[in-house]
């Protein structure tokens, strides 16, 4: 019990350390609670997701559970901008793909021969982001997804709804408000 304390305790540090260096990148002040990762997992059909992507990873919530609920044939790429943070990951999860640049997903798939994917998790800070930034990087998911494929974004203010509304067939929107600082989830149909 003591040792999870300290692990949790040594993340938080080293996510606050990351928002210090890079705040208009890394975007938050402490990790995704359970309550945030659940709901961004909600509509994940496990046994179809042969290819999943993760934007942000930060200290690695969202790859914990995609690393221990994806099957042996899912590929996992995980991107994540902060070289320590994505270090860290690499560490820990040593059968997963990393990458640094998000909006370099549809070069880094086609350079990894894969054409669509099925699953996209995403915790980058679109508010942080100029809207041209924002639109590169929803385009290039909204290209790599397949048809029926599922965006899941996290964000701490409901602004981006209308530039999903306006790439995505279906968008819905929730509010988890046991999360530090509560949190918009937007789940997102192609």
């Not at 901008?81 to 994505?86: A, K, Q, S």
Request: positive net charge.
């Amino acid at each position: 019990m003591l040792n999870k304390f300290h692990s949790q305790l040594h993340n938080h540090m080293r996510f606050f350390s990351a928002f210090l260096k890079y705040p208009r990148i890394i975007g938050s002040v402490a990790p995704s609670s359970s309550f945030l990762t659940n709901e961004m997992f909600k509509f994940v059909n496990w046994h179809k997701t042969n290819t999943i992507v993760e934007l942000g990873a930060g200290t690695g919530v969202f790859t914990e559970r995609i690393n221990t609920c994806k099957s042996s044939q899912c590929t996992a790429m995980i991107f994540e901008f902060d070289n320590h943070l994505r270090g860290n990951l690499q560490d820990r999860f040593k059968e997963l793909f990393f990458y640094s640049n998000a909006k370099l997903l549809m070069t880094t798939l086609k350079q990894n021969n894969i054409s669509s994917v099925d699953v996209i998790i995403s915790g980058l800070p679109f508010t942080n982001f100029s809207n041209q930034e924002t639109s590169e990087i929803l385009y290039n998911v909204h290209q790599t997804l397949r048809s029926g494929g599922l965006f899941v974004a996290f964000q701490y203010y409901p602004t981006i709804y209308t530039q999903l509304n306006q790439v995505f067939n279906q968008v819905t929107m929730s509010h988890i408000k046991l999360n530090f600082p509560p949190a918009f989830v937007y789940t997102c149909y192609k």
